[in-house]
């Protein structure tokens, strides 16, 4: 019980309304800046969640769009898979992903073919589907639900993550501040002691 009285009664006189004389007007400044920032980054989550909601609901309306847009068309490999670099930042080991040649003859007859990645394993003549978008070109697959909400939660903590990191930053910068502040006071004042009646220094 005393514990908790005493730890209490500490973070009472940090408070910024305490009336202990040892608390200087920057000290309690800071304990306002860091509950405001505190508070800050909690009330953050609720708009990071709406945002992670919002980019959620525009990508699946535009995967609905893209699947009533266009369609999958079959295709045929018309030669053995090859590796290709892919991303890779300078100093990384490169990635590989197996490529290959997919050929199939569009409404018209003609005759069209992309380069495509293909699964492990796969050769000259495996069949692959390809999406093909309303202008007759190949684009990307239309994301599926899983995949557009791992992009909707990467977003909101995206959001949460760089208000917290700024608030903190805010934070550190202030209490730099104020703490080169009352170094500065405390030197003048301990040069001051030498100057003060009864307060004698050799």
């Known amino acids: 019980m005393n514990v908790h009285q005493s730890s209490a009664s500490r973070w009472w006189r940090l408070t910024p309304w ?3 004389p040892l ?9 306002v800046v860091a509950a405001v920032v505190i508070s800050f980054v909690l009330i953050m989550v609720p708009f990071a969640a709406a945002f992670g ?7 699946n309306d535009q995967s609905r769009a893209d ?9 045929v490999l018309i030669d053995d ?3 290709v670099l892919v991303g890779g930042a300078a100093g990384d080991a490169p990635d590989t992903e197996d490529h290959a040649t997919a050929q199939w003859t ?7 073919s992309t380069d495509v990645e293909t699964r492990p ?10 999406w093909i978008g309303p202008d007759g070109h190949v684009v990307d ?22 208000a917290a990191v700024g608030s903190f930053l805010l934070l550190c910068g202030v209490r730099w501040v104020n703490t080169r502040s009352r170094m500065r006071q405390w030197d003048r004042e301990w040069n001051d002691v030498g100057r003060t009646p009864g307060w004698p220094v050799s």
């Open 18 to 20: 305490s009336r202990n």
């Open 23 to 31: 608390m200087r007007a920057r000290d309690r400044f800071d304990v």
């Open 53 to 59: 909601t919002v980019t959620n609901t525009r990508l």
């Open 67 to 75: 699947l009533q847009s266009g369609h999958a068309q079959s295709a």
């Open 81 to 83: 898979p090859h590796q």
């Open 106 to 112: 569009a409404p018209d007859g003609t005759l069209q």
């Open 121 to 130: 394993g796969a050769r000259r003549g495996d069949t692959v589907s390809v």
């Open 141 to 162: 697959e239309p994301r599926s639900g899983p995949e557009n909400a791992a992009i909707a939660v990467g977003a909101a903590l995206s959001v949460w993550a760089t």
